[in-house]
């Protein structure tokens, strides 16, 4: 069965550093999703992406966040000057299209700790 | 704005008997409903879902969940716990408009007992 996979699986950076999460998500998938869960906390939702596009972004992903799709099958997201608020576990999803009855599939998930 | 409340934190059950984990939604429109779970150091993974139809859906492991339009609730069931399900599970709704996120509740922890 296909999965969403997700690298690194733990990352440790220095505040103020750039960091990048890689995705790789199911191969016949149009939509692309992600999502952090900081500890303890429930899983919050941070952009969707569409046809090279971000489609539906949170208050949380503002202009130290961006995604790119850099080929066919990666999709990223990067950090660009990180704060200690960004310990969190990063997850990818994807979708085989963007309606609400669309079911979201996750990845194992990027640990991050900010020091 | 859609949302989601799952008011147990943690269910304790013994294993050969039935669980619930109780799941309310607040939503414009007909709600889509979604069930995950958690299991240590992993992701999330999909259970089951509610679009439209049947009330009773069924979903992987075993699991099924009650939609129940007039009490807003989207109740997670198994009629006979393993120590296997131990796990942390989440209720999720998307809205019937044009957005594409998921809004998951707070999670409740289901520790099966053996």
């Known amino acids: 069965e296909p999965e969403v996979t997700q690298t690194p699986s733990h990352q440790v950076t220095q505040m103020g550093q750039e960091v990048i999460l890689r995705c790789v998500p199911i191969?016949?998938?149009?939509?692309f999703y992600w999502y952090r869960q900081i500890l303890g906390q429930k899983v919050e939702f941070l952009v969707s992406?569409?046809?090279?596009?971000?489609?539906?972004k949170s208050e949380i992903f503002d202009d130290q966040f961006s995604v790119e799709r850099p080929d066919g099958s990666n999709f990223t997201l990067k950090i660009r000057s990180t704060k200690l608020e960004d310990s969190a576990m990063y997850f990818c999803?994807?979708?085989?299209?963007?309606?609400?009855?669309?079911?979201?599939?996750f990845g194992p998930g990027t640990r991050l700790l900010v020091l | 704005a859609q949302s989601v409340a799952q008011p147990e934190d943690q269910v304790n059950v013994a294993e050969g008997n039935p669980l619930t984990v109780k799941c309310t939604y607040s939503?414009?429109?007909?709600?889509?409903l979604f069930w995950y779970v958690q299991y240590p150091n992993r992701g999330l993974q999909f259970l089951l879902k509610?679009?439209?139809?049947?009330?009773l859906v069924k979903g992987s492991y075993g699991f099924e969940a009650e939609f129940n339009k007039s009490q807003t609730s989207f109740h997670l069931k198994k009629p006979s716990a393993l120590v296997s399900d131990s796990a942390l599970y989440f209720c999720?709704?998307?809205?019937?408009?044009?957005?594409?996120?998921?809004?998951f509740g707070t999670g409740t922890k289901l520790q099966v007992i053996p």
């Open positions: 999720a709704v998307r809205g019937p408009g044009g957005y594409q996120k998921v809004t």
């Open positions: 992406f569409y046809n090279n596009e971000i489609s539906e």
């Open positions: 939503v414009s429109g007909n709600p889509y």
């Open positions: 999803a994807s979708s085989k299209a963007g309606g609400p009855r669309e079911t979201q599939y």
């Open positions: 191969s016949n998938h149009l939509y």
């Open positions: 509610y679009i439209t139809g049947d009330n």
